[in-house]
């Protein structure tokens, strides 16, 4: 009897954080290994990556890591996942050229890893199980389908994909190996689900190019704002900039090392008569040239502080005036919305002429209804499984392959940590659960970020701290100095002096009758001040600020 599993470690009920598992034949295909950027209410965090619990504990079974294309949200958790694991990584040339940067980032070598380059006529096998990759296009060049085939059928990962057909060679999908796989039988179609909420938005660039030429041939300097993983549609931008003889410069691209890295390996091309690199200003370089072009790169809130920068004068290359004409090409990703607001605010202080590219004249790099029904066709699958996004998208894909004719209990939606099983190719309706969560990523600190730690910053950011700072002889039990008390992040307005000066009493006064008891103890003499102070405190101002009482214990000098 044969028994194909599949679990999600992340990726399913969320945005980013994409991590599939596949088993068969006693062994685990990891698919992907993402990140996700943390919402508003994680404070100090920087990403927060997939708990990898199961995949220690099953480490020998673990045949590789199997990577569809370059975004960080399936491939950032790549670098500290091989700290623990050390297994195969498999992806295409220009993925695995982004992984080596991850791992320089993190202090690792690549030298020390194995680092696969998958092409669609390679085929990988495992025993009686084998891997494929066939070529989508993607927002990003090098992405991938990936196809894990077992006695089964194949169970077939297709993430963040569009069906539209591309001139470009490097954002083309190989309809034909898909359709191939589809004859050979597909027992599970993995398929993203993010672009199911893509509703009349444009197929093509026609309307998009068509812009960005008016814009062009009737304005001096030119400002676009993108996204530095948006690199098809900055190849397009570069393009149309090169057909009205612009001079274009990227800034971010030394910084941003996907933009460094599709330069290098000739995924992004500009012809050397129309590059130019920017100098720092000085009063003879200005940097603003009518004919000029200039592509901000960034991810995620990057693009919107250099246009601020350039705003307030503080950028070294670029300062923005009244005759510049900034394009904003890249809609806010999650989390970004109010910094993009704030950024339109200020440049409309300029009195610059500015235009927002609005979302229904890009076309999506996620795969739409239509594009999701055109794969189930090619592909024949026997279940649809709904991944890559938020409850909602795979709800709504849900839908979109009941309307395709596919039975509800066909189409399977699940959480991450529900593992299904397939005995002999026919789901049993019987789920298991196993260990999955969130590790938060603060800098270098990687997991030792508690509910306790954040529930701090947020009151730090919200309500302030106030410390209180005396020094005691715990021989004679005196008070030495103090008690000072000071307010951080605080604001009480003028009544401030009042506030430190009715703590300050209220603490000498509790400190003093505390010493009259023959032993002190000082967790409880901390635990006493920080009740009355908060008490004092939510009385005169409303508010619930941290209390960090400070006791200094010290023989007193005669």
């Given at each position: 009897?044969?028994?194909?599993?599949?679990?999600?470690?992340?990726?399913?009920?969320?945005?980013?954080?994409n991590?599939?598992l596949?088993?068969?034949?006693?062994?685990?295909?990891?698919?992907?290994?993402?990140?996700k950027?943390?919402?508003?209410?994680?404070?100090?965090?920087?990403?927060?990556l997939?708990?990898?619990?199961?995949?220690?504990?099953?480490?020998?079974?673990?045949?590789?890591?199997?990577?569809?294309?370059?975004?960080?949200?399936?491939?950032?958790?790549?670098?500290?996942?091989?700290?623990?694991?050390?297994?195969?990584i498999?992806?295409?040339?220009?993925?695995?050229?982004?992984?080596?940067?991850?791992?320089?980032?993190?202090?690792?070598?690549?030298?020390?890893?194995?680092?696969?380059?998958?092409?669609?006529?390679?085929?990988?096998?495992?025993?009686?199980?084998?891997?494929?990759?066939?070529?989508?296009?993607?927002?990003?060049?090098g992405?991938?389908?990936?196809?894990?085939?077992?006695?089964?059928?194949?169970?077939?990962?297709?993430?963040?994909?569009?069906?539209?057909?591309?001139?470009?060679?490097?954002?083309?999908?190989?309809?034909?190996?898909?359709?191939?796989?589809?004859?050979?039988?597909?027992?599970?179609?993995?398929?993203?689900?993010?672009?199911?909420?893509?509703?009349?938005?444009?197929?093509?660039?026609?309307v998009?190019?068509?812009a960005?030429?008016?814009?062009?041939?009737?304005s001096?300097?030119?400002?676009?704002?993108?996204?530095?993983?948006?690199?098809?549609?900055?190849?397009?931008?570069?393009?149309?900039?090169?057909?009205?003889n612009?001079r274009?410069?990227?800034?971010?691209?030394?910084?941003?090392?996907?933009?460094?890295?599709?330069?290098?390996?000739?995924?992004?091309?500009?012809?050397?008569?129309?590059?130019?690199?920017?100098?720092?200003?000085?009063?003879?370089?200005?940097?603003?040239?009518?004919?000029?072009?200039?592509?901000?790169?960034?991810?995620?809130?990057?693009?919107?502080?250099?246009?601020?920068?350039?705003?307030?004068?503080?950028?070294?290359?670029?300062?923005?005036?009244?005759?510049?004409?900034?394009?904003?090409?890249?809609?806010?990703?999650?989390g970004?919305?109010?910094?993009?607001?704030?950024?339109?605010?200020?440049?409309?202080?300029?009195?610059?002429?500015?235009?927002?590219?609005?979302?229904?004249?890009?076309?999506?790099?996620?795969?739409?209804?239509?594009?999701?029904?055109?794969?189930?066709?090619?592909?024949?699958?026997?279940?649809?499984?709904?991944v890559?996004?938020?409850?909602?998208?795979?709800?709504?894909?849900?839908?979109?392959?009941?309307?395709?004719?596919?039975?509800?209990?066909k189409i399977?939606?699940?959480?991450?940590?529900?593992?299904?099983?397939?005995?002999?190719?026919?789901?049993?309706?019987?789920?298991?659960?196993?260990?999955?969560?969130?590790?938060?990523?603060?800098?270098?600190?990687?997991?030792?970020?508690?509910?306790?730690?954040?529930?701090?910053?947020?009151?730090?950011?919200?309500?302030?701290?106030?410390?209180?700072?005396?020094?005691?002889?715990?021989?004679?039990?005196q008070?030495?100095?103090?008690?000072?008390?000071?307010?951080?992040?605080f604001?009480?307005?003028?009544?401030?002096?009042?506030?430190?000066?009715?703590?300050?009493?209220?603490?000498?006064?509790?400190?003093?009758?505390?010493?009259?008891?023959?032993?002190?103890?000082?967790?409880?003499?901390?635990?006493?001040?920080?009740?009355?102070?908060?008490?004092?405190?939510?009385?005169?101002?409303?508010?619930?600020p941290?209390?960090?009482?400070?006791?200094?214990?010290?023989?007193?000098?005669?």
């Amino acid at each position: 009897m044969s028994n194909v599993k599949f679990c999600a470690l992340g990726g399913l009920g969320e945005n980013g954080k994409n991590m599939y598992l596949v088993e068969a034949s006693d062994k685990i295909y990891v698919l992907d290994a993402g990140l996700k950027y943390p919402s508003v209410d994680l404070f100090g965090v920087d990403a927060v990556l997939p708990d990898i619990s199961y995949l220690k504990d099953n480490e020998k079974k673990i045949v590789g890591i199997f990577l569809s294309h370059g975004h960080n949200d399936h491939i950032g958790a790549v670098s500290e996942l091989l700290r623990q694991i050390n297994v195969p990584i498999y992806g295409s040339k220009f993925t695995l050229a982004l992984v080596e940067e991850e791992l320089k980032e993190a202090g690792l070598t690549s030298d020390a890893y194995r680092l696969i380059i998958a092409e669609d006529e390679k085929r990988f096998y495992f025993g009686n199980t084998s891997v494929t990759f066939f070529s989508l296009n993607h927002s990003i060049p090098g992405s991938m389908g990936i196809a894990v085939h077992t006695n089964d059928g194949a169970v077939v990962y297709a993430p963040d994909f569009s069906l539209a057909s591309s001139i470009d060679r490097n954002y083309r999908t190989n309809f034909g190996k898909i359709s191939e796989i589809g004859k050979n039988g597909v027992l599970a179609l993995l398929t993203e689900s993010l672009g199911t909420s893509n509703i009349n938005r444009v197929t093509n660039d026609y309307v998009l190019i068509h812009a960005l030429t008016d814009i062009l041939q009737n304005s001096k300097r030119v400002i676009f704002s993108m996204f530095s993983n948006e690199l098809q549609r900055i190849q397009k931008v570069i393009n149309v900039c090169v057909a009205q003889n612009r001079r274009i410069a990227i800034i971010g691209k030394k910084a941003q090392k996907t933009i460094n890295v599709a330069i290098n390996y000739d995924y992004l091309k500009i012809p050397p008569q129309n590059s130019i690199n920017l100098k720092y200003i000085t009063e003879e370089n200005q940097n603003n040239e009518d004919d000029l072009a200039i592509i901000i790169t960034g991810v995620r809130h990057e693009p919107y502080y250099t246009l601020q920068r350039m705003a307030f004068g503080n950028d070294r290359l670029v300062h923005l005036n009244e005759q510049d004409h900034i394009v904003i090409v890249s809609q806010p990703t999650t989390g970004t919305e109010l910094l993009a607001q704030k950024t339109l605010s200020v440049l409309h202080r300029l009195n610059s002429q500015i235009t927002v590219i609005a979302k229904d004249q890009l076309p999506s790099s996620h795969a739409d209804n239509e594009d999701l029904k055109m794969m189930y066709e090619l592909l024949q699958p026997k279940y649809i499984i709904p991944v890559c996004g938020e409850y909602r998208h795979q709800f709504m894909q849900k839908h979109v392959a009941m309307e395709a004719g596919y039975p509800e209990d066909k189409i399977l939606v699940l959480d991450n940590g529900e593992m299904v099983s397939f005995q002999d190719g026919v789901y049993g309706n019987k789920k298991t659960q196993i260990s999955v969560g969130d590790v938060l990523i603060d800098g270098s600190i990687v997991g030792d970020i508690n509910e306790i730690v954040l529930k701090d910053r947020e009151l730090l950011g919200s309500e302030g701290i106030i410390l209180v700072v005396t020094t005691i002889d715990a021989r004679t039990k005196q008070i030495i100095a103090g008690p000072k008390v000071v307010l951080k992040g605080f604001f009480v307005g003028e009544t401030a002096n009042d506030v430190i000066s009715s703590l300050s009493e209220l603490s000498e006064t509790l400190i003093n009758k505390y010493l009259n008891r023959r032993q002190i103890d000082w967790n409880e003499l901390k635990g006493l001040l920080r009740e009355a102070i908060n008490k004092d405190i939510y009385e005169l101002t409303k508010k619930n600020p941290i209390i960090m009482p400070v006791l200094i214990d010290v023989e007193k000098k005669e």
